[in-house]
């Protein structure tokens, strides 16, 4: 289910009358684009993808209104198996020249796949290392964070329920630092931006807490 933003609109412009609510949409949008591309807030098991036979290349889906901001987790399904195995990665070309010379042209051996790495290519597309050698459906398994799209129009109501109160904020430091306008207040937007940074990082904290991993940070493993 979803909320779209002109749900968030009231509690907006009760602190900022007069915005036009297009300005507020803009605005509460941006803060939560801030919000879920900072503190991993709307994490998501995307769909599983499938390989092709002789192509290393992987499409990502994610759902409507949304783009990844991060990585999270990459896991192979051998064939016949229910168990997953975590792909190291995902990582850049640079860094695989460094520490796997070769591994564009590295195949998987006999007649079953063994994706043992990943790179990130581009925001929908997943470099499998070795390639595989038979087709095989729903083999890659993808946790990521998501954010909203600059065009979205609506967000998970995950956003609303646990987050409303931390992104209007974020809106109105955003709307009333405006200049020269009927809502503008800078003594408040700066009290509003403090804030704002505030509620980002307690709400970053509920989330490793949520994941029992205080430490965790969302780095590329070791290459084998």
């Known amino acids: 289910m979803s909320k779209a933003w002109d749900d968030y609109l009231p509690d907006v412009l009760l602190e900022a009358p007069g915005c036009p609510t297009l300005i507020a949409v803009n605005a509460i949008r941006s803060a939560a684009i801030d919000l879920c591309g900072e503190r991993n807030v709307w994490q998501e098991d995307l769909e599983r993808t499938s390989l092709v036979a002789d192509d290393p290349l992987c499409d ?21 198996e229910t168990t997953a195995l975590s792909i190291a990665g995902p990582t850049d070309e ?7 010379p070769g591994w564009k042209d ?20 997943l470099r499998v290392i070795p390639i595989p ?11 990521a964070t998501l954010r ?21 904020t974020g809106a109105l ?7 020269n306008k009927p809502w ?38 070791t290459l084998a």
């Open 60 to 80: 990502l889906y994610v759902p409507d209104d949304s783009e990844i901001a991060t990585i999270l987790d990459v896991r192979f399904y051998p064939v016949g």
């Open 94 to 100: 640079k860094t695989l020249n460094a520490v796997r």
């Open 106 to 125: 590295e195949a998987s051996e006999g007649t079953v796949n063994t994706v043992s790495v990943c790179a990130y290519l581009s925001p929908l597309v």
């Open 133 to 143: 050698v038979v087709s095989q459906a729903d083999a890659i398994a993808v946790t």
């Open 148 to 168: 909203p799209t600059r065009a979205s129009t609506e967000a998970p109501d995950l956003l609303y329920t646990d987050y409303l109160e931390t992104i209007c």
């Open 173 to 179: 430091a955003k709307l009333l630092a405006m200049g």
């Open 184 to 221: 503008s207040d800078l003594q408040t937007a700066v009290f509003k931006s403090a804030e704002f940074r505030r509620m980002k990082a307690r709400a970053g904290i509920r989330v490793l807490t949520a994941s029992g991993a205080m430490q965790m940070q969302v780095h590329p493993r």
